[in-house]
């Protein structure tokens, strides 16, 4: 068992957890944090290496460094790990936002407790993206979940306990939705009388799933996991959640979890049920559709930096799902680039919204202005920031959604062509349409918080980033701007899980 | 050809913007100031020393034996692959537009970086806050347009095109603590992303039926024998058209998707370029530093839309429609903009109003070029003209500049009578509005004539138009001369020093462009520039019947503006009250910014944002905690059930065992 790589994945954290455990000061704590997220991006890298290697050796199989373990046998319940380009890009995302964030809750209070539980929600994530087993996949989505009660309602600001309610139970509700899905595909996972089966490649081969069950567990999965990417109507839990919570959890969250929503669409509705995703996509691609614009009009009115930046997420991750529903190669290439970006470049607006937050101690941007003036760093670091979230060139938003948009567009000007209706077309162009309304409200916080005249004759007195901070933000901008300047690397590396031999879907249009 | 060179053309303003920007708060502001105007120095070299090659090593590269011009593709990396086609490759393309362009960008961007050691100081020497800042930006800008004239494919185009309009962003509002600079930054910023949304679906259009991006495949055929290199051809697009009508792509609105794919491409090239009706953000952009106003808001950036049209010329040919499209935008927007520049109090407004004006010109150029008058004529007149211009335009902003700097305001009324204290700025303004009202032998009467001769051959009202304009754009040019460096003089107030010409490093640029504009009009253009890059003899076309009514025009035109304005009268204000709503219309640019206000922020804002917004709030989210709130209520209603007093669960026991009893009852009855 602890021959195969992945399985480090769950065990540092969880020797973090020990060790944080057995911690007696902040400095401790402080130690194993940051030792323990450079040891995951360490792993992360290095599992990179070694996958690009036995790719490029010929390595075909859809996933690699497989492996797994009996955990129930009469459920035939595995712990059963495997990764594709998609899992290492995704874990290579989390282990950054680990590292990020550790340094931007240098000063927590609390920061046993709270590192206990943050580690914690690490390990169900990273434990997520490196399960194939639906089982253990949806245990180890439960134990990501969980943490975040308390982190919000401990740690929070603002309407905590509303906030941390409200998200815990709607992403609950979700789960259950999920669990649902998950049971249901279980009970059609082997086809007629064979063993069944939580293993997604082997219910990937099989295809077992019939079509009028799939009618019924594909939007049962893709609601499910939809509720964590913030697709409309589901998305409300957001902006409380994030306003609410601390600057840690907010970038873990945005960063990481969200993704997890992402992911699992793809990974498991989709994946396994290609048949009912490519006919009732229509509906998730019109709510999806709506995510991207709405979220992008709602953020343009809204005063508190927190809030903006949930709307700009519920619009983004929109992006994602909606890129996911084209079914299309590219697309779909440009929806896990996105995921990436979103992630990292979310996380660094947290991070600096927290630390604009510890400062000047309002979030309001009617009682801010000037902070380029103040603190030029941090300033300058939310321009970048910015810039990324708008799509300029260089930087990684734009590589994403040009990817989605060429995709999309692509696989909606077949569909018109071929007399499939024009939906994925009309939507593609209302899609597009958000760069424009990004850069309205990007711009429109950028000139009122960081530009224009100091509002508050106190924030004169504020101080720049210290060290801990800089690095936090610093890491983050140049994996945004590695993405951006060297965005073939990426898409070789998630490319060819899309390839038609291994994912079938593609073969239906 | 090596690659060393044109990849260092690129590389070195890249460099001195990570380079000034990282470390440029460690250094002293001179030392700055020095490295980037260096680096932009180097730069200056290495892009002459190509566009030299390019033009005169006569290479079979980039010339055949019958001196046809050709395109080399110098390098073209793959960048990022869609699919095996659809590629976004970084290259570097070498041809005579993008040659030209090389030149004009470094040289203008020299005279401004060096001329911004002088400008961005106070009257103390002190340098400005954020000075190398300004010069990280500068770079910035320079690398993304360099790298946007020489781009392989659209899509590069496209990502440089993003590109200018972030250094332009960032430029505009360089005076950050200013909130005027900031919304005028902002405005930039959004009116043109908004054009290049319409960029960015011609691209996606255009590339689904051609399944590529490259310049070469849309709008070039291979040389045969030679690498990377392309000769410019119809033959290409004419295929492109068949793909387009033999697909089962309907007519869309009227149009065919291929001119629906063009026109919304053009979109992106009106906004850069700042064509009505996206032209609102130009006048504002004249917040940032003068320089900048120069180098990226007259001379460079933005041109780039009518280099937009010009590099997909041989596809815009195949649309008659789409040229016709841009003819008239660019007719009516050259009117328009003549018009409210007689009115303008603010110096760089109205030279702000001027080159949307000019660029006008060359969009209508080009939209009159057709291979059958004189030879596409049009196009080689509105590369010459581009060229032109970006020289004499620098140079009135230039010299608006150094105008501003002695007086410190932008208002000519607090000029006046300078030509005693400023001959410097004085001379080399005088030619630079000489140049731009088409006077023999400044280099604008030429290219200005050609674009003319152009129109005149194309239709009789576009000729009519266009002279009108030319017309009118001497009037305000002069206008402008007159108030700023005639009339009385203003008194000086105790205490304070005369305005006098400026340090060397402002003067020295004034004066290099002075001698460009001056003699710019003898280059042998069509030699090097046309659109298939056949050689051109633009003599063969010259029509003295046209250049001498444009001549008599222009001449005419001065004259009155000597007469209204050399000394203070009562003319003009007669003038005014003769046609007060025409007047109070061109004053305020026809009340575009009031209606484009009431757009954005009556109805999207306030009609369409916040009312989403409050949707999301009360409907969503209050739908999310009614159920919250009823299942509270529920458990409220049942909770009494448990309430913990035994009499009560007796109670309930006892009328549950009865009515269990009478129910048993019944059914054996």
Same mark, same amino acid.
């Given at each position: 068992?602890?021959?195969?790589?992945?399985?480090?994945?769950?065990?540092?954290?969880?020797?973090?957890?020990?060790?944080?455990?057995?911690?007696?000061?902040?400095?401790?704590?402080?130690?194993?944090?940051?030792?323990?997220?450079?040891?995951?991006?360490?792993?992360?890298?290095?599992?990179?290496? !070694?996958?690009?290697?036995?790719?490029?050796?010929? !390595?075909?199989?859809?996933?690699?460094?497989?492996?797994?373990?009996?955990?129930?046998?009469?459920?035939?319940?595995?712990?059963?790990?495997?990764?594709?380009?998609?899992?290492?890009?995704?874990?290579?995302?989390?282990?950054?936002?680990?590292?990020?964030?550790?340094?931007?809750?240098?000063?927590?209070?609390?920061?046993?407790?709270?590192?206990?539980?943050?580690?914690?929600?690490?390990?169900?994530?990273?434990?997520?993206?490196?399960?194939?087993?639906? =089982?253990?996949?949806?245990?180890?989505?439960?134990?990501?979940?969980?943490?975040?009660?308390?982190?919000?309602?401990?740690?929070?600001?603002?309407?905590?306990?509303?906030?941390?309610?409200?998200?815990?139970?709607?992403?609950?509700?979700?789960?259950?939705?999920?669990?649902?899905?998950?049971?249901?595909?279980?009970?059609?996972?082997?086809?007629?009388?064979?063993?069944?089966?939580?293993?997604?490649?082997?219910?990937?081969?099989?295809?077992?799933?019939?079509?009028?069950?799939?009618?019924?567990?594909?939007?049962?999965?893709?609601?499910?996991?939809?509720?964590?990417?913030?697709?409309?109507?589901?998305?409300?839990?957001?902006?409380?959640?994030?306003?609410?919570?601390?600057? /840690?959890?907010?970038?873990?969250?945005?960063?990481?979890?969200?993704?997890?929503?992402?992911?699992?669409?793809?990974?498991?509705?989709?994946?396994?049920?290609?048949?009912?995703?490519?006919?009732?996509?229509?509906?998730? $691609?019109?709510?999806?559709?709506?995510?991207?614009?709405?979220?992008?009009?709602?953020?343009?009115?809204?005063?508190?930096?927190?809030?903006?930046?949930?709307?700009?997420?519920?619009?983004?991750?929109?992006?994602?799902?909606?890129?996911?529903?084209?079914?299309?190669?590219?697309?779909?290439?440009?929806?896990?680039?996105?995921?990436?970006?979103?992630? $990292?470049?979310?996380?660094?607006?947290?991070?600096?919204?927290?630390?604009?937050?510890?400062?000047?101690?309002? +979030?309001?941007?009617?009682?801010?202005?000037?902070?380029?003036?103040?603190?030029?760093?941090?300033?300058?670091?939310?321009?970048?920031?910015?810039?990324?979230?708008?799509?300029?060139?260089?930087?990684?938003?734009?590589?994403?959604?040009?990817?989605?948009?060429?995709?999309?567009?692509?696989?909606?000007?077949?569909?018109?062509?071929?007399?499939?209706?024009?939906? +994925?077309?009309?939507?593609?162009?209302?899609?597009?349409?958000?760069?424009?309304?990004?850069?309205?409200?990007?711009?429109?916080?950028?000139?009122?918080?960081?530009?224009?005249?100091?509002?508050?004759?106190?924030?004169?007195?504020?101080?720049?980033?210290?060290?801990?901070?800089?690095?936090?933000?610093?890491?983050?901008?140049?994996?945004?701007?590695?993405?951006?300047?060297?965005?073939?690397?990426?898409?070789?590396?998630?490319?060819?899980?899309?390839?038609?031999?291994?994912?079938?879907?593609?073969? $239906?249009? | 050809?090596?690659?060393?060179?044109?990849?260092?053309?690129?590389?070195?303003?890249?460099?001195?913007?990570?380079?000034?920007?990282?470390?440029?708060?460690?250094?002293?502001?001179?030392?700055?100031?020095?490295?980037?105007?260096?680096?932009?120095?180097?730069?200056?070299?290495?892009?002459?020393?190509?566009?030299?090659?390019?033009?005169?090593?006569?290479?079979?590269?980039?010339?055949?034996?019958?001196?046809?011009?050709?395109?080399?593709?110098?390098?073209?990396?793959?960048?990022?692959?869609?699919?095996?086609?659809?590629?976004?490759?970084?290259?570097?393309?070498?041809?005579?537009?993008?040659?030209?362009?090389?030149?004009?960008?470094?040289?203008?961007?020299?005279?401004?970086?060096?001329?911004?050691?002088?400008?961005?100081?106070?009257?103390?020497?002190?340098?400005?806050?954020?000075?190398?800042?300004?010069?990280?930006?500068?770079?910035?800008?320079?690398?993304?347009?360099?790298?946007?004239?020489?781009?392989?494919?659209?899509?590069?185009?496209?990502?440089?095109?993003?590109?200018?309009?972030?250094?332009?962003?960032?430029?505009?509002?360089?005076?950050?603590?200013?909130?005027?600079?900031?919304?005028?930054?902002?405005? /930039?910023?959004?009116?043109?992303? =908004?054009?290049?949304?319409?960029?960015?679906?011609?691209?996606?259009?255009?590339?689904?039926?051609?399944?590529?991006?490259?310049?070469?495949?849309?709008?070039?055929?291979?040389?045969?024998?030679?690498?990377?290199?392309?000769?410019?051809?119809?033959?290409?697009?004419?295929?492109?058209?068949?793909?387009?009508?033999?697909?089962?792509?309907?007519?869309?609105?009227?149009?065919?998707?291929?001119?629906?794919?063009?026109?919304?491409?053009?979109?992106?090239?009106?906004?850069?370029?700042?064509?009505l009706p996206?032209h609102i953000?130009?006048p504002d952009?004249?917040?940032?530093?003068?320089?900048?106003?120069?180098?990226?808001?007259?001379?460079?950036?933005?041109?780039?839309?009518?280099?937009?049209?010009?590099?997909?010329?041989?596809?815009?040919?195949? !649309?008659?429609? /789409?040229?016709?499209?841009?003819?008239?935008?660019?007719?009516?927007?050259?009117?328009y903009a003549?018009m409210v520049?007689?009115t303008q109090?603010?110096?760089? +407004?109205?030279?702000?109003?001027?080159?949307?004006?000019?660029?006008?010109?060359?969009?209508?150029?080009?939209?009159?070029?057709?291979?059958?008058?004189?030879?596409?004529?049009?196009?080689?007149?509105?590369?010459?003209?581009?060229?032109?211009?970006?020289?004499?335009?620098?140079?009135?902003?230039?010299?608006?500049?150094?105008?501003?700097?002695?007086?410190?305001?932008?208002?000519?009324?607090?000029?006046?009578?300078?030509?005693?204290?400023?001959?410097?700025?004085?001379?080399?303004?005088?030619?630079?509005?000489?140049?731009?009202?088409?006077?023999?032998?400044?280099?604008?009467?030429?290219?200005?004539?050609?674009?003319?001769?152009?129109?005149?051959?194309?239709?009789?009202?576009?000729?009519?138009?266009?002279?009108?304009?030319?017309?009118?754009?001497?009037?305000?040019?002069?206008?402008?001369?007159?108030?700023?460096?005639?009339?009385?003089?203003?008194?000086?107030?105790?205490?304070?020093?005369?305005?006098?010409?400026?340090?060397?490093?402002?003067?020295?640029?004034?004066?290099?462009?002075?001698?460009?504009?001056?003699?710019?009009?003898?280059?042998?253009?069509?030699?090097?520039?046309?659109?298939?890059?056949?050689?051109?003899?633009?003599?063969?076309?010259?029509?003295?019947?046209?250049?001498?009514?444009?001549?008599?025009?222009?001449?005419?035109?001065?004259?009155?503006?000597?007469?209204?304005?050399?000394?203070?009268?009562?003319?003009?204000?007669?003038?005014?009250?003769?046609?007060?709503a025409l007047w109070r219309w061109c004053f305020h640019r026809f009340y575009w910014d009031e209606l484009y206000m009431f757009i954005t922020h009556k109805?999207?804002?306030?009609?369409?944002?916040?009312?989403?917004?409050?949707?999301?709030?009360?409907?969503?989210?209050?739908?999310?905690?009614?159920?919250?709130?009823?299942?509270?209520?529920?458990? !409220?209603?049942?909770?009494?059930?448990?309430?913990?007093?035994?009499?009560?669960?007796?109670?309930?026991?006892?009328?549950?065992?009865?009515?269990?009893?009478?129910?048993?009852?019944?059914?054996?009855?």
């Amino acid at each position: 068992m602890f021959s195969n790589i992945l399985i480090y994945f769950v065990v540092i954290p969880l020797l973090m957890l020990a060790g944080i455990a057995l911690c007696r000061n902040i400095r401790q704590i402080r130690a194993v944090a940051v030792v323990g997220s450079v040891a995951l991006i360490a792993l992360s890298v290095y599992l990179l290496v !070694e996958y690009l290697g036995l790719r490029a050796a010929g !390595e075909t199989a859809p996933m690699l460094y497989t492996g797994s373990w009996q955990w129930f046998g009469p459920l035939n319940i595995n712990l059963a790990v495997g990764v594709d380009g998609i899992s290492i890009a995704m874990l290579l995302l989390s282990s950054i936002i680990v590292f990020a964030g550790s340094f931007a809750s240098w000063t927590i209070a609390q920061p046993k407790e709270f590192f206990l539980w943050l580690i914690l929600l690490s390990t169900g994530v990273f434990g997520f993206f490196i399960s194939i087993d639906l =089982f253990t996949m949806f245990m180890f989505y439960e134990v990501a979940l969980i943490p975040m009660y308390l982190l919000i309602g401990v740690w929070g600001s603002g309407n905590k306990n509303y906030s941390a309610m409200k998200l815990t139970l709607m992403l609950m509700g979700g789960s259950a939705f999920l669990m649902l899905g998950l049971i249901g595909i279980y009970y059609h996972s082997a086809p007629e009388g064979g063993t069944l089966t939580w293993n997604i490649l082997e219910i990937a081969e099989n295809a077992s799933i019939d079509r009028g069950w799939q009618y019924f567990l594909f939007p049962m999965t893709f609601v499910g996991f939809g509720v964590l990417g913030a697709m409309f109507p589901f998305h409300t839990w957001s902006p409380d959640g994030h306003a609410s919570a601390p600057t /840690a959890v907010s970038m873990l969250h945005a960063g990481v979890l969200m993704k997890l929503g992402g992911y699992g669409c793809f990974r498991v509705a989709i994946f396994l049920m290609p048949e009912a995703a490519n006919e009732l996509a229509w509906i998730f $691609l019109i709510l999806t559709g709506i995510s991207v614009v709405y979220g992008a009009f709602s953020a343009c009115v809204q005063t508190d930096l927190k809030y903006i930046n949930a709307y700009s997420s519920v619009s983004h991750c929109g992006l994602v799902l909606f890129a996911i529903l084209m079914l299309n190669t590219t697309a779909m290439t440009g929806a896990i680039m996105q995921m990436l970006s979103h992630g $990292l470049m979310t996380a660094l607006f947290f991070a600096l919204i927290g630390m604009i937050y510890g400062r000047t101690h309002t +979030r309001d941007i009617r009682q801010m202005g000037g902070l380029m003036r103040i603190m030029p760093y941090l300033a300058v670091c939310y321009v970048i920031a910015g810039m990324a979230s708008l799509g300029l060139p260089g930087l990684s938003g734009f590589v994403a959604e040009m990817t989605i948009f060429v995709g999309s567009f692509e696989q909606g000007m077949t569909d018109y062509l071929a007399g499939a209706g024009s939906l +994925r077309l009309v939507f593609t162009i209302i899609a597009c349409c958000s760069i424009v309304i990004t850069a309205v409200y990007i711009l429109r916080v950028v000139g009122k918080l960081l530009f224009g005249p100091v509002q508050d004759k106190h924030h004169l007195e504020l101080t720049d980033a210290t060290w801990w901070e800089r690095l936090s933000t610093a890491t983050l901008i140049i994996c945004v701007a590695g993405i951006g300047c060297f965005p073939n690397f990426f898409n070789n590396l998630i490319n060819f899980t899309f390839s038609p031999e291994i994912f079938k879907v593609l073969g $239906l249009n | 050809m090596d690659i060393t060179i044109p990849l260092l053309i690129l590389a070195i303003p890249l460099f001195m913007f990570i380079f000034l920007g990282l470390l440029g708060g460690k250094m002293t502001h001179k030392l700055a100031g020095t490295l980037g105007t260096l680096g932009m120095g180097v730069t200056l070299v290495l892009a002459y020393m190509t566009a030299f090659t390019y033009f005169f090593s006569g290479s079979a590269d980039f010339i055949t034996e019958a001196g046809d011009r050709l395109q080399y593709l110098v390098f073209n990396h793959t960048w990022l692959a869609f699919t095996k086609s659809l590629v976004i490759k970084l290259g570097f393309i070498l041809d005579p537009i993008s040659a030209m362009m090389l030149v004009v960008i470094t040289t203008i961007s020299f005279m401004v970086h060096l001329y911004s050691l002088g400008y961005m100081r106070d009257h103390h020497g002190v340098y400005e806050r954020g000075f190398q800042r300004f010069y990280a930006f500068l770079s910035l800008f320079s690398f993304s347009m360099l790298g946007l004239v020489v781009a392989t494919n659209i899509f590069q185009m496209y990502i440089f095109w993003e590109l200018v309009g972030a250094s332009s962003y960032l430029l505009i509002g360089f005076y950050y603590t200013k909130p005027s600079a900031v919304s005028a930054s902002k405005k /930039a910023f959004i009116v043109t992303r =908004f054009a290049d949304l319409g960029f960015l679906i011609g691209i996606l259009i255009l590339s689904y039926y051609t399944g590529t991006f490259d310049f070469t495949q849309l709008t070039s055929v291979p040389v045969e024998g030679l690498n990377d290199v392309y000769r410019v051809s119809t033959e290409t697009a004419d295929s492109i058209r068949n793909i387009f009508q033999n697909s089962a792509a309907p007519v869309f609105l009227g149009g065919s998707v291929l001119t629906w794919a063009l026109v919304l491409i053009f979109m992106g090239g009106m906004g850069k370029s700042a064509m009505l009706p996206l032209h609102i953000w130009l006048p504002d952009a004249m917040e940032g530093p003068t320089p900048v106003s120069a180098l990226i808001h007259a001379a460079t950036m933005v041109v780039a839309g009518v280099y937009l049209v010009a590099r997909l010329f041989p596809l815009y040919l195949m !649309e008659e429609c /789409a040229l016709e499209i841009i003819t008239v935008v660019g007719a009516l927007t050259a009117f328009y903009a003549a018009m409210v520049a007689c009115t303008q109090i603010d110096i760089k +407004r109205v030279l702000a109003f001027s080159t949307i004006s000019q660029i006008a010109f060359m969009m209508v150029s080009l939209g009159v070029a057709r291979p059958e008058i004189h030879e596409g004529l049009g196009y080689m007149a509105s590369m010459f003209h581009l060229f032109t211009h970006a020289m004499f335009k620098a140079l009135l902003f230039l010299g608006a500049g150094a105008l501003i700097h002695a007086i410190g305001s932008n208002d000519y009324t607090a000029m006046h009578g300078l030509r005693k204290y400023m001959p410097v700025t004085h001379w080399t303004f005088l030619i630079g509005c000489l140049a731009i009202a088409g006077i023999i032998p400044f280099s604008g009467f030429f290219s200005k004539d050609e674009i003319l001769s152009a129109c005149a051959g194309y239709d009789w009202l576009a000729y009519a138009w266009m002279s009108m304009v030319a017309g009118l754009t001497a009037f305000y040019m002069f206008r402008l001369y007159y108030l700023i460096f005639w009339w009385k003089e203003h008194k000086i107030p105790e205490g304070h020093h005369a305005p006098h010409d400026q340090p060397w490093t402002m003067s020295l640029p004034l004066i290099i462009l002075a001698a460009v504009s001056c003699v710019a009009g003898f280059i042998p253009f069509g030699k090097l520039v046309s659109w298939n890059g056949e050689p051109y003899d633009f003599m063969a076309h010259f029509d003295w019947s046209v250049a001498g009514v444009s001549l008599t025009v222009a001449v005419l035109a001065i004259l009155l503006a000597t007469v209204m304005y050399r000394k203070e009268n009562s003319l003009p204000e007669k003038f005014r009250q003769a046609v007060p709503a025409l007047w109070r219309w061109c004053f305020h640019r026809f009340y575009w910014d009031e209606l484009y206000m009431f757009i954005t922020h009556k109805i999207i804002f306030n009609g369409v944002c916040r009312p989403i917004a409050w949707f999301d709030r009360h409907i969503i989210d209050g739908t999310m905690d009614s159920f919250a709130a009823i299942t509270n209520k529920a458990s !409220e209603l049942i909770r009494p059930l448990q309430s913990g007093q035994i009499q009560y669960y007796v109670w309930v026991y006892l009328i549950g065992a009865l009515l269990l009893g009478v129910i048993t009852a019944l059914c054996l009855i």
